[in-house]
Nanobody, 122 residues
Framework: QVELVESGGGSVQAGGSLRLSCKYS??????MAWFRQAPGKGSKGVAR????????YLDDSVEGRFTITQDKAERMMYLQMNNLKPEDTAMYFC?????????????????WGQGTLVTVSS
């Protein structure tokens, strides 16, 4: 069981920035990702990164504004969020999968953190 702990959420005004962090306890994963769940909506993947070669993918809604990175030595994953918009308001979750995933299918990720709340005001 991989333990994932998110931090870095908070409240910012539109146009501001935040950096989310995910500390993980194990390194036997294939891909890690950030998902978010806005109030009253389902979970949505926004960024994922592959352990083997660092390939990363961003959802169209955050492309050009968010960056996903990892520090394997420190067992940390980050989501740098710039030019935040009110529609980015959500609970953000760190997720990890030990095997290949089918895009943004949340069911493919076995381990999840508790989430960190991001609120963006206009």
């Amino acid at each position: 069981q991989v333990e994932l702990v998110e931090s870095g959420g908070g409240s910012v005004q539109a146009g501001g920035s935040l950096r989310l962090s995910c500390k993980y306890s194990d390194q036997h994963y294939y891909v890690m990702a950030w998902f978010r769940q806005a109030p009253g909506k389902g979970s949505k993947g926004v960024a994922r990164i592959y352990d083997l070669d660092g390939r990363n993918y961003l959802d169209d809604s955050v492309e050009g504004r968010f960056t996903i990175t990892q520090d394997k030595a420190e067992r940390m994953m980050y989501l740098q969020m710039n030019n935040l918009k009110p529609e980015d308001t959500a609970m953000y979750f760190c997720a990890a999968a030990r095997n290949a995933v089918r895009g943004w299918r949340a069911d493919d990720f076995e381990d999840w953190g508790q989430g960190t709340l991001v609120t963006v005001s206009s």
